[in-house]
């Protein structure tokens, strides 16, 4: 399996291969689209027909401050969980390990707004959804909505669990966490 970075690398080369133009140049016609990441990616999948793909990461690199350091890591779950949300840490923590606990080759991959838990693909996604609330996506093909596991929002995931507090880290969704790292290996 490639490396997050691996990929990014691998798409930045395809963008201009596919595009005829390099991600700097595509930047530069990005910051004319808007000045939030939706605007910038409605804008270039409509004026541009970029795919989805391309135009996520082209509004990611062009809202990016000129020479401020990405964070990576630890840094964006501190983020994640600053303020409001500080009192949700152990619950993120506690989800994380509860998945690291499954086999040696869970990869935990921090994003801006939420930590994505991989195997050979992505299983699960852990996000501080509200000051109040943590949601666990998860990757249960064929699985029914039903009680606490909702349906996603997104396509990232098929099932959400909302969770307030550690208590809810029970062995019913643990079983749920433990199915989605199976079906992802």
Avoid at 34 to 47: C, M, Q, Y
Wanted: with cysteine; proline share 5%; aromatic share 4%.
């Amino acid at each position: 399996m490639a490396s997050p970075d691996q990929a990014l690398q691998s798409m930045i080369a395809n963008l201009a291969e596919k595009t005829g133009k390099a991600l700097p140049e595509w930047v530069k016609l990005a910051r004319g689209g808007g000045k939030k990441h939706g605007e910038i990616v409605t804008f270039l999948k409509e004026k541009h027909a970029l795919g989805h793909g391309y135009a996520n990461l082209v509004a990611q690199e062009a809202l990016k401050s000129d020479g401020a350091p990405e964070p990576t890591g630890d840094a964006l779950v501190d983020a994640q969980y600053e303020g409001k949300k500080a009192a949700l840490r152990p619950l993120c923590d506690a989800l994380i390990a509860a998945a690291k606990a499954l086999g040696a080759d869970v990869e935990v991959a921090p994003k801006k707004t939420s930590v994505s838990l991989r195997r050979k693909k992505q299983f699960a996604l852990v996000e501080a959804a509200t000051h109040a609330r943590v949601d666990l996506g998860l990757q249960l093909k064929g699985v029914p909505i039903a009680g606490r596991l909702e349906k996603y929002p997104s396509t990232m995931c098929t099932h959400r669990v909302k969770l307030e507090q550690p208590a809810q880290l029970d062995a019913e969704l643990k079983g749920w966490l433990k199915q989605a790292y199976d079906a992802a290996g």
